[in-house]
């Protein structure tokens, strides 16, 4: 029986592990180790065990095959990412998206070809073919 948590939100770990689970498509928790552990060492039990709580959180859904469990993912990535960005904006920045964009544009790290970019963006959203 499914129970989803109230949190939306993905703990460090657990982001890493739908990370993968996005990419792939999902998988059996062999399949997923598999791709885990090209990152960092990981034990099948620890493995098996945060899958579980992503699937209780409501992230995952899983099926038997043969017998094993096969887990998918029952958030899409855009949702996620939208989801955590309305969060991060409610949270860090009053509820301002422009705030949230002041400060990324800001960054120094930000290069002249991603403001490009996102001038591209936001004019493809405003209908403004002028650039």
Same mark, same amino acid.
């Given at each position: 029986?499914?129970?989803? !948590? ?74 996620? !990412? ?50």
């Amino acid at each position: 029986m499914r129970k989803k !948590q109230d949190n939306p939100l993905l703990t460090e770990v657990e982001l890493e592990f739908m990370t993968v689970v996005w990419e792939t498509g999902g998988g059996t928790v062999r399949d997923i180790l598999a791709e885990l552990n090209k990152r960092q060492e990981r034990a099948y039990t620890s493995v098996a065990t945060v899958l579980k709580i992503m699937e209780q959180k409501g992230f995952l859904t899983s099926e038997r095959a043969d017998r094993s469990l096969v887990y998918r993912p029952a958030v899409p990535k855009a949702d996620y !990412q939208k989801t955590t960005l309305k969060n991060l904006s409610s949270k860090l920045f009053n509820g301002a998206p422009a705030a949230l964009v002041a400060r990324l544009v800001d960054d120094e790290d930000v290069t002249d070809e991603m403001l490009v970019e996102i001038r591209a963006l936001l004019n493809e959203r405003l209908g403004d073919d002028e650039r």
